[in-house]
């Protein structure tokens, strides 16, 4: 069971069917596995730290999924999941513009990811 967090529980997918919610206290930002049917989530790729300016100090240093700075948006399946075991998963990037972010792919359940498309820079748009 997958569950992408942002600001708000979104782009929720589960393998099994059922219905996800996040514990209280958990850092809000990333993707999350559940291999125990959501009694326990383990935050995948928790690479790079993410900056809460809302936050002072310390509290506004916040570990995220592929270094995004407001979350996980959205989950989807390869249509072989099955027997592939490969899935995408797309990020906001940082809110600073310096990275993380963008489109995901894992093709070992979650075990690693590789970056398959990085976000237009909002400075770039015409």
């Known amino acids: 069971?997958?569950?992408?967090?942002?600001r708000a529980?979104?782009?929720?997918?589960?393998?099994t069917g059922g219905t996800v919610s996040l514990a209280p206290g958990l850092p809000p930002f990333g993707l999350w596995k559940s291999t125990d049917g959501g009694a326990n989530f383990t935050l995948?790729?928790?690479?790079?730290?993410c900056i809460n300016s809302l936050l002072e100090g310390d509290a506004g240093r916040i570990q995220?999924?592929?270094g995004a700075s407001r979350g996980v948006?959205?989950?989807e399946f390869d249509p072989n999941y099955a027997t592939n075991t490969t899935f995408?998963?797309?990020a906001f990037p940082r809110a600073d513009l310096t990275g993380g972010g963008g489109v995901w792919r894992s093709?070992?359940?979650g075990g690693t990811?590789?970056?398959?498309?990085?976000?237009?820079?909002?400075l770039d748009i015409n």
């Open 64 to 66: 995220s999924s592929f």
């Open 88 to 90: 995408y998963a797309a």
């Open 113 to 122: 990811f590789t970056q398959i498309y990085t976000p237009l820079d909002p």
């Open 9 to 15: 529980v979104r782009g929720v997918s589960s393998v």
């Open 1 to 6: 069971m997958y569950v992408g967090s942002t």
């Open 44 to 49: 995948l790729n928790a690479e790079g730290i």
């Open 107 to 109: 093709t070992d359940d």
């Open 73 to 75: 948006n959205h989950i």
